[in-house]
């Protein structure tokens, strides 16, 4: 049995999301698995043309801490209707293989 959780952050922006992600990653131990990207629902007109979505895992404390130090860092740079966290605590294994689809995966 996985006794991993699993967060999900969106955000409008790469370097967004890395930067947030530089600071989530340094208050909890996750891993990240995959960065994907898409078009925001606004398309051209947003402010950012892109949507991006950070996987990772860790113990479900940790992912509850790297999503509040995420959301929080991200109102630096965008507005909270831009911002979107979620974590299933204790995710089914088979959730594993999808967690490596992605525009940006890690090797």
Do not use: H, W
């Not at 967004?16 to 992600?21: E, F, K, R, T, Y």
């Not at 043309?49 to 929080?72: C, H, M, N, R, T």
């Not at 911002?83 to 293989?97: F, G, N, Q």
């Amino acid at each position: 049995m996985n006794k991993k959780a699993l967060g999900l952050l969106e955000v409008q922006g790469y370097s967004v999301a890395l930067a947030v992600m530089d600071k989530a990653c340094k208050s909890a131990e996750i891993e990240i698995k995959s960065i994907d990207c898409n078009n925001p629902k606004a398309g051209d007109k947003a402010n950012i043309p892109l949507v991006v979505q950070v996987k990772f895992v860790g113990s479900v404390s940790d992912v509850k801490i790297a999503l509040e130090i995420a959301k929080e860092a991200a109102l630096e740079y965008i507005p909270r209707e831009d911002i979107v966290t979620s974590s299933i605590a204790l995710y089914d294994e088979e959730l594993e293989k999808l967690l490596q689809i992605g525009k940006v995966n890690k090797k």
